[in-house]
């Protein structure tokens, strides 16, 4: 018998043929493999090193972590290998966070300002001073007004203490940093499916579509998606579209990079929802059965967005639209993403919308490899809580803008300044409105600095950054090494809950903020007469933690807070394999995630004592708890009506459109030649202000030159390293060119981080304003080669608002960019505060209420105006 | 702040790196040298209160500050008694104590960072000789200046006890200790940081005391016949010719890549 020659074609065929056989067969001989993390040694005497399970604070991932501790301090930070969501792995600034800790410009003592407002001179008092003296404040606001006392918090990770302590003092304006974060992704999400944020499942995809997000290195989640990203585009051949008008490092990663016009996405989403619902692509069971709307319905919405029409618009060629649409519809799972991109600007709540409609038409919901809903788990609160403020706060929820449900807070120093609402004690934790809001010192160092409209302002703080260097007192806060809090953030499909606790004693008087909090009241109460005490009833942060997690079934039974303070985190899901990377089960398969959440069926307890509606809506004890189809009883999407609503009728009270649709930014239409789009971004290693005071961060990066297009800059005649003056409607300044094909050629783009003028020595590369204080003289600094900090463009950045989500529009403003003259120097900048008035009072005129608002909507022309609606305080759109 | 304690160890003391031959001291002289020591450990501490300034700016305390060199101006010696303790409360805040100033603390000054390496060693050091920390108006580091100061105001103290006591034994291992804390710890920072707080001071008590701190240092090591390297210097500015890197530091912003225009 003739035996068939064997080439090597044959191999080939054979390899291909038999990958999956190869994979299934016995390996006994493996490379050997290092242990993937959870254990360190000291280099020299070989001893083990004390593991502490965390959760990482540096940014707001809270990745799971370890810190290794040697002789009481940190030496080492790194991934929490138990951790489901992120698996041992920790971005460069969570490798980085003990800096704060031992930073030597971190305050250690409560400072009272002795000088004027930002002179810089304190003096240093005791706690029982300082306590004395914000309760005298407090007690003096309370009898006034509960509401005269405000917080703006920014990264609050303290689980319920602050509400608790703004619910004791009855005090509703409570301010957030959300409306210069992500605001108007969360309000075009929350009343389409219910949460603020999706959950993309990278790993088990086989399309993306990236809307401006640079899901690598910065937006939410990105070091559990970057996971993600990798492994679909290595394990499942996935590919990755992205539109962005920057080449980030996630654009790069992609298939293909589409650079877009600024504020132009959702017109190219809704350009693509066209071809496919025109091309009968969509997912006609899903939108029927899962949607509040008819495919018709839907067909006849996107009917005007063709891509000839997104195009003009974009900037993007028509048959990219129509190919990157079929694409996207016909591969299936499908998935999509966006971040800042489509979302700061004016309409951003469209943009969002329109984005997301893509899976939602596709009917890649809830599916493996789609678009999932967020998976989180919450913690009870410590008993008795402290009930709610008795009358609404005009900055907190201003009337303006009734649907922004995460608040409208940069517009608040306008709104003090008219004379909306009086202030008589001011509060700042973790957030520094001088540094990362449009205007920064223009406007909110004008408010800090004005003490009639801020007559007393504490800041809560670790670090003196540009907000707290204007404050009447300071309370030493704790950087996150130090402090106990809960934790739980749905970025992966895995839920889970976590704890943050201190690696070791607070360093100098420095006091976590929720003992902090507690002493302020028990000074206020402290025989607790005024009813206030009793909320604030535990010994320290662990016991606070105790009351959180003790009795969370499941969690009580393997120990509660003590199983968290051994793992970090609960549950475990498997274990870390060495090989995949992965978390595996005990046959070494990678976790199976759970998926169609709202296909969950209602059990017969549920439905005792249930009405079915006519349209299918479950209702128990007035509320919504599923929805009835196909002759079963799902708990469907947590919205109001367990739907996903693609028609958001509350939209329409307000004369905004309730279906997906798309707003030019007007004074884009207008711009001139010579004019372009400023935006700003964050690279990988920084981010909005603190992480400037972390050494080993500054020193990967610490100068940002605006990115600029060749063909700009030739136009220009600008070079890389050569100045250039860059004005807005409300200033203007000098920084150096970079000049990179990676950038939209109508777009002038500035990382954020640099350029403090306060945040200590790293940040301004000097310490004290006096030629003493020159340079570098402590010892650690002398390793510090740059001279060179950046230039922080946040001045000239007017406040824009979007009248639905009432997110900040960071990539709406219109600059004149030119070479720089002879007078102009590196690092000027002058922002006009009465500019910034006129930019606010512009903007306030696309609120609802705004002159302009009617005329950017004539599809809502049978809307009965502003006087037809009933305001509804606290806003909101679920 | 630091008390002493009647503990003592048999552990086995390595000596420090260089040992002068013994000099000729008694215990007169050890006490005064502990007395200087004290009176600066009260200066860099903490705020100075009203009572140890009125006791600074009594004519006896004045006078012999005067013969020993110090300068202050009217400042210090003319001001109202209320006006210059709050004065000096602001001074220290703003040079030792806020954000942007000059923690006098070891591990700072040769680290860049709080409670490194040297925090833990002194504590260690401290515990061994039969020393603790207790708590003053505020929270010191156990390498903090003043404190450091106390412990070998501690130390001197008890060479003079034992010199005094004849216990040549004990007097051997408290001079051998102190002469390992400066080598170890004090000698390697306090000079270059005492000429900082002098130049940076804008009050003329905080910069005699810098003066007189940065004096007495010099003479200690003198006396104690040790060598010891500065390592902090005070300096300024670090010339970017002794910065070592591994590449160009002066290179151009974003590299000036070749290709880019």
Redesign the interface.
């Known amino acids: 018998m003739e035996m068939p020659k064997i080439t090597r074609r044959t191999f080939l065929k054979v390899s291909a043929g038999t990958t999956a056989a190869v994979a299934a067969a016995p390996r006994l001989l493996n490379a050997m493999e290092q242990e993937l993390g959870g254990k360190d040694f000291n280099p020299d005497s070989l001893a083990e090193r004390k593991a502490i399970p965390i959760t990482c604070h540096v940014c707001n991932i809270q990745d799971g972590a370890i810190a290794f501790v040697e002789?009481?301090?940190v030496v080492k930070l790194e991934g929490n290998p138990e951790h489901v969501s992120t698996r041992g792995r920790l971005c460069a600034k969570g490798n980085a966070g003990m800096?704060y800790?031992?930073?030597?410009?971190?305050?250690?003592?409560p400072?009272k300002r002795?000088g004027a407002r930002g002179e810089?001179?304190?003096?240093?008092i005791?706690w029982d001073e300082a306590l004395a003296e914000v309760a005298q404040k407090l007690d003096a606001a309370l009898k006034e007004d509960p509401n005269t006392i405000a917080v703006k918090k920014g990264r609050d990770r303290s689980g319920g203490a602050w509400g608790r302590f703004m619910n004791t003092l009855g005090s509703a304006t409570v301010l957030n940093h959300t409306s210069v974060c992500e605001s108007s992704k969360k309000i075009g999400m929350e009343p389409t499916w219910g949460p603020d944020i999706e959950t993309p499942d990278f790993a088990n995809a086989k399309y993306v579509l990236n809307f401006g997000s640079n899901i690598l290195e910065a937006a939410y989640f990105h070091n559990p998606l970057s996971q993600r990203v990798t492994e679909g585009r290595v394990d499942n051949h996935m590919k990755i579209v992205t539109f962005d008008v920057r080449l980030s490092n996630t654009a790069g990663f992609s298939d293909e990079w589409i650079p877009v016009f600024p504020g132009t996405d959702g017109a190219v989403a809704l350009a693509m929802g066209h071809v496919i619902l025109r091309d009968n692509l969509q997912d006609t069971d899903f939108i029927e059965t899962w949607t509040n709307v008819t495919v018709k319905e839907l067909k006849d919405n996107y009917k005007p967005y063709t891509p000839e029409w997104a195009s003009k618009i974009s900037g993007v060629p028509a048959e990219t639209i129509e190919r990157v649409a079929r694409e996207f519809a016909t591969t299936k799972p499908a998935t999509l993403f966006t971040y800042r991109g489509p979302a700061k600007h004016l309409y951003g709540s469209y943009n969002e919308r329109s984005c997301m409609m893509l899976p939602i038409m596709t009917g890649n919901i809830e599916t493996r490899g789609g678009y999932c809903l967020p998976r989180g788990m919450g913690w009870p609160q410590p008993n008795p809580q402290p009930p709610g403020p008795k009358h609404g706060s005009y900055l907190s929820t201003p009337p303006d803008y009734p649907l922004a449900g995460h608040k409208v807070s940069h517009l608040v120093p306008f709104w003090i300044a008219e004379g909306k609402q009086k202030i008589n004690v001011y509060m700042t934790y973790q957030d520094n409105p001088v540094y990362t809001n449009p205007g920064a010192r223009a406007v909110w160092g004008r408010l800090f600095k004005d003490e009639k409209l801020i007559p007393y302002y504490i800041s809560m703080s670790s670090?003196?950054g540009e907000e707290t260097a204007l404050a009447d007192i300071i309370l030493p806060d704790c950087p996150y090494l130090e402090r106990w809090e809960p934790e739980s953030m749905p970025n992966s499909l895995w839920p889970w809950l976590g704890v943050r606790q201190p690696v070791h004693a607070s360093?100098?008087?420095s006091r976590e903020n929720r003992v902090m909090l507690r002493d302020i009241i028990h000074k206020l109460d402290p025989d607790g007469k005024r009813g206030m005490k009793q909320f604030w009833n535990f010994k320290d942060g662990e016991d606070y933690m105790k009351q959180h997690f003790d009795n969370i079934p499941g969690l009580k039974e393997a120990g509660g807070l003590k199983f968290l303070k051994e793992h970090g985190v609960w549950p475990i899901y498997g274990k870390l394999d060495p090989k995949s990377g992965k978390v595996t089960d005990k046959t070494g398969r990678e976790i199976k995630a759970e998926y169609g959440l709202h296909k969950k069926e209602l059990s017969d307890a549920d439905m005792a004592g249930a009405v079915v509606g006519k349209d299918g809506v479950i209702s128990k004890n007035g509320k919504a708890i599923g929805v009835k189809r196909n002759g079963k009883n799902y708990v469907g999407f947590p919205t109001g009506n367990r739907v996903i609503n693609v028609r958001v009728d509350q939209w329409a009270e307000y004369g905004f459109n309730p279906m997906p649709t798309f707003k030019r930014i007007p004074w884009h239409e207008t711009m001139k030649e010579d004019e372009m789009i400023l935006s700003t971004f964050k690279l990988n290693v920084h981010k909005q202000s603190r992480t400037a005071a972390v050494?080993w961060l500054a020193e990967i990066a610490h100068?940002n030159?605006a990115w600029m297009n060749?063909v700009t800059?030739?136009k220009l005649g600008v070079?890389?390293?050569d100045l250039v003056r860059i004005e807005t409607r409300v200033g203007h300044m000098v920084t150096?060119a970079?000049?990179?094909e990676g950038i939209h050629p109508k777009v002038i783009s500035i990382p954020t981080a640099f350029g403090h003028w306060e945040y200590?020595?790293l940040a301004t590369l000097k310490?004290?304003d006096?030629p003493?204080?020159?340079?570098?003289?402590?010892?650690?600094?002398?390793?510090v080669?740059?001279d060179?900090r950046g230039v922080h463009p946040n001045d000239i950045i007017p406040v824009v608002a979007d009248p639905i989500g009432g997110s900040q529009g960071w990539y709406d403003t219109v600059a004149k960019v030119t070479k720089a003259g002879p007078n102009d120097k590196y690092g000027d900048i002058q922002g006009d505060w009465q500019k910034h008035v006129e930019a606010y009072k512009e903007t306030m005129r696309y609120a609802y209420t705004g002159d302009l608002h009617r005329k950017m909507h004539p599809e809502m022309a049978s809307w009965g105006g502003p006087e037809s609606v009933k305001h509804k305080a606290g806003g909101g759109g679920h | 702040m630091l008390n002493g304690l009647a503990i003592e160890t048999e552990q086995p003391i390595p000596l420090p790196l260089l040992v002068a031959a013994p000099v000729e001291v008694t215990p007169e002289d050890l006490r005064a040298r502990a007395g200087v020591c004290r009176l600066l450990a009260g200066v860099f501490v903490e705020?100075p209160s009203p009572e140890f300034l009125s006791a600074l700016r009594a004519p006896e305390a004045l006078r012999s500050l005067e013969e020993a060199g110090l300068r202050f101006d009217a400042d210090f010696t003319g001001a109202d008694p209320a006006e210059l303790s709050?004065s000096l409360?602001?001074e220290?805040?703003?040079l030792f104590?806020?954000?942007?100033?000059?923690?006098p603390?070891e591990?700072?000054?040769?680290?860049?960072?709080?409670?490194?390496?040297p925090?833990?060693a002194v504590k260690e050091i401290y515990k061994r000789a039969g020393f603790e920390l207790q708590k003053g108006?505020?929270?010191v580091?156990e390498d903090q200046l003043g404190v450091e100061l106390s412990f070998v105001a501690g130390l001197l103290e008890g060479c003079a006890a034992a010199l005094a006591a004849d216990d040549v034994a004990q007097f051997r291992w408290r001079d051998r200790e102190l002469k390992r804390f400066w080598v170890g710890h004090l000698g390697k920072w306090v000079r270059g940081y005492a000429r900082?707080i002098e130049?940076?001071a804008?009050h003329s008590f905080y910069r005699e005391m810098a003066r007189l701190l940065g004096e007495f240092a010099e003479a200690e090591i003198a006396a104690l016949r040790l060598r010891i390297d500065d390592?902090?210097k005070?300096?300024?500015?670090?010339p970017?010719s002794?910065?070592k890197?591994a590449f160009n530091?002066d290179e151009?912003?974003?590299g000036?890549?070749p290709g880019?225009?």
């Open positions: 002789n009481g301090r800096w800790s031992y930073d030597p410009d971190r305050i250690l003592y400072l002795v810089g001179k304190w003096k240093r005791t670090h003196m360093l100098g008087e050494k100068s030159p060749p800059a030739k070079k890389t390293g150096k970079y000049v990179t200590g020595r310490l004290k006096k003493a204080f020159g340079g570098t003289e402590d010892a650690d600094l002398q390793n080669w740059w060179d | 705020e709050d409360s602001i220290y805040t703003t104590a806020a954000s942007g100033g000059f923690p603390v591990s700072v000054r040769l680290t860049g960072r709080y409670q490194q390496e925090h833990f108006r505020f929270f580091f900082l130049r940076a804008e390592q902090d005070g300096k300024l500015v670090v970017k002794e910065v890197v530091p151009p912003v974003c000036a890549c880019s225009t």
